[in-house]
């Protein structure tokens, strides 16, 4: 090992990697370092645990001559058989080294280790690498050099740990950052934040479509089950539309109950009104379907549900509002305040999709003209449109 290419390489994690501009970028140039600097590394592997509702971890594997793999595993990893005999598994409960040796019998007991060995592995080691807050994060070390790895090899990866630990954790907290964003309140919403958009009345006024939807009949049903049902049935309820919303370009920005608040930009990006107004318009059928089609047992009672949706296309306000130093990024204005009014005449017409003339207009599709309503908070009264296939479901 070269002493010296190696500090420059500890000096260089310290400084955060500033070369490199992306994670698997930074693997790739500290991999092609830690060669240069004379460590006979032929696979590394980091794995990073994740905050997130869904994802156990991520990992990032590079071998020599190769591009760096980024991988993400969900938690039912850990009840596989794979992960209870993976050493990776020792790494993270018990935070030790984990030494597998091409010529240590005790080895065969890690199966990833025989498909290695068929590569060409002659050594292993499995580094824990802790962060400030405690939790233990894994790297994994492979070679072909025919000796394995020497002692002054294994001395200079635990060498390179610390540093490679604090440019990951500032890393992986950006990223755990950006999830939680995404998760509570939606990308668009996420990424302005993590700008720099935090001061209260930092807004934009923006085209969009507007969904504004809720539950048929959900005060009589949290009356009569327990909340614990009532939870888990909104959550299949949500996903109902959640999955919809997304695959079709929306952005889910509140929920409220049982009611569920989301908007669909229209913008250079995604194209024009019409367009984004016949994706809103499928995703509130493909909605529809699942709604109809979910069936919850609740003891010898099957619960099936009902719901109304409402679509206006029309500016909305974007941004930072609230008091003193608690704020929600949401979006305010006459267009969602008409889409509120709408959805609540999905419920007094018996009509799952409703949508306001602004919306019908745009979104050429077999309407049908249910009539004039007066509105609460508008001068004049609004024509309201329905999908015409719903009037021969009611009809038939």
């Not at 990073?48 to 969900?74: A, K, M, Y």
């Not at 598994?89 to 025989?114: T, Y």
């Not at 994994?140 to 630990?165: K, M, V």
């Amino acid at each position: 090992m070269n002493s010296s290419e190696l500090q420059r390489l500890c000096n260089w994690l310290i400084g955060g990697a500033w070369s490199s501009l992306e994670p698997a970028e930074m693997i790739a140039d500290f991999c092609e370092r830690l060669v240069a600097a004379g460590l006979p590394v032929w696979r590394f592997g980091i794995f990073i645990r994740t905050l997130h509702p869904e994802i156990f971890g991520r990992n990032f594997i590079w071998r020599q001559g190769g591009e760096v793999e980024i991988g993400s595993v969900d938690f039912e990893i850990l009840e596989t058989p794979e992960f209870a005999r993976s050493p990776l598994r020792i790494v993270f409960e018990q935070g030790v080294e984990v030494r597998g040796r091409a010529s240590d019998p005790d080895s065969k007991r890690f199966p990833f280790l025989d498909d290695m060995r068929a590569e060409g592995a002659t050594d292993y080691i499995a580094v824990p690498v802790p962060f400030l807050d405690g939790s233990i994060h894994a790297t994994s070390w492979i070679t072909q050099h025919p000796d394995g790895f020497s002692d002054d090899d294994i001395a200079a990866i635990r060498s390179i740990i610390a540093p490679l630990a604090r440019v990951s954790e500032i890393i992986s907290l950006r990223r755990t950052a950006e999830m939680l964003l995404d998760t509570y309140v939606g990308n668009r919403a996420g990424a302005r934040i993590l700008g720099g958009q935090i001061r209260r009345g930092h807004t934009d006024t923006m085209q969009a479509v507007i969904w504004l939807s809720d539950l048929r009949g959900f005060t009589a049903l949290s009356d009569r089950l327990p909340a614990e049902t009532v939870v888990a049935i909104l959550n299949h309820y949500f996903d109902c539309q959640v999955t919809a919303i997304r695959g079709h370009g929306g952005e889910v920005l509140k929920f409220m109950g049982d009611g569920l608040l989301a908007v669909f930009p229209i913008d250079e990006y995604v194209g024009d009104a019409a367009h984004v107004c016949a994706r809103v318009l499928e995703a509130a059928r493909e909605s529809r379907a699942s709604v109809e089609q979910l069936a919850f047992p609740v003891g010898d009672v099957v619960e099936r549900f009902r719901f109304g949706v409402a679509l206006h296309i029309g500016n909305i306000l974007y941004g930072n509002i609230g008091g003193g130093n608690r704020l929600d990024f949401t979006c305010i204005g006459p267009a969602v305040n008409l889409a509120a009014r709408l959805e609540k005449i999905t419920g007094r017409l018996g009509r799952t999709v409703v949508a306001s003339e602004g919306f019908a207009n745009v979104c050429h599709h077999d309407w049908h003209e249910l009539g004039e309503f007066p509105i609460a908070g508008f001068s004049k009264a609004q024509r309201v449109y329905g999908l015409a296939e719903e009037t021969h479901a009611l009809v038939g």
